[in-house]
């Protein structure tokens, strides 16, 4: 099973309002990141948050990330059309490999 | 900077052919990691290349198979091919190697498999 799982599976919302999904994961990580996939695509690197960090922002993306709950969120404020895109977290344990979670669908109606 | 290619974009490929795929990371990274998509089991990690050195696997059958070239360009090999292989897949290469931060990830090759 993979060590991140995102919820919900799938979010829609329209434009101009804000997006929020969730992760949550098994073991202690050293990082989080958030990654956005366009249909089909390859996978575009978003914001990573370290463990000793409770949140991060980037542009309209807001990341908080609660070790104790081993969770992490995603903030998506003001969405666009352009948003519409499956978001997926990584976990990172370190000296190894990144875990991806299910993802997240987003749509976002003009 | 140009960013990770993947060569070729689009396979198709019958049962029991074998199937070589490549990836070109970002100039200075040496790690390449790739990945398999498939709508029922989501994003898996095959395996992991640093310096040209396979540093980490993940659990796939040894019909999938690596390597990484001294430029740090990698291919990726699956043999015997079964309908099962048919995927996205995806490399990604990083400064410091998977699980360790932000890795760039290529568009993918589609593989299907008849």
């Known amino acids: 099973s993979q060590q991140g799982e995102e919820d919900p599976q799938a979010l829609s919302i329209q434009e101009g309002e804000n997006a929020t999904m969730n992760c949550s994961y098994k073991?202690?990580?050293?990082?989080l990141q958030w990654y956005r996939q366009n249909s089909g695509r390859g996978l575009v690197h978003l914001i990573l948050?370290?463990?000793?960090?409770r949140e991060k922002h980037s542009g309209r993306l807001r990341v908080t990330l609660d070790t104790s709950k081993k969770s992490s969120s995603l903030l998506i404020t003001a969405s666009r059309a352009a948003d519409t895109a499956s978001y997926f977290c990584?976990?990172?344990?370190?000296?190894?490999?990144?875990?991806f979670g299910d993802g997240t669908t987003l749509t976002v109606k003009p | 900077k140009a960013g990770v290619t993947q060569t070729p974009r689009y396979l198709i490929k019958t049962r029991g052919q074998q199937v070589t795929l490549s990836c070109s990371p970002i100039?200075?990274?040496?790690?390449v990691s790739w990945y398999q998509q498939t709508p029922g089991q989501g994003l898996q990690f095959l395996f992991e290349y640093f310096s040209e050195t396979q540093r980490n696997k993940g659990n796939f059958p040894g019909r999938f198979s690596g390597r990484q070239f001294s430029n740090s360009r990698s291919e990726m090999n699956v043999s015997t091919l079964e309908l099962g292989d048919s995927a996205l897949y995806l490399c990604a290469s990083s400064l410091e190697g998977s699980g360790r931060g932000e890795q760039y990830f290529g568009p993918g090759t589609r593989l299907t498999v008849t």
């Open positions: 990584a976990t990172d344990r370190g000296a190894g490999k990144s875990t």
């Open positions: 100039s200075g990274h040496r790690s």
């Open positions: 073991t202690s990580i050293n990082n």
């Open positions: 948050i370290r463990s000793n960090e």
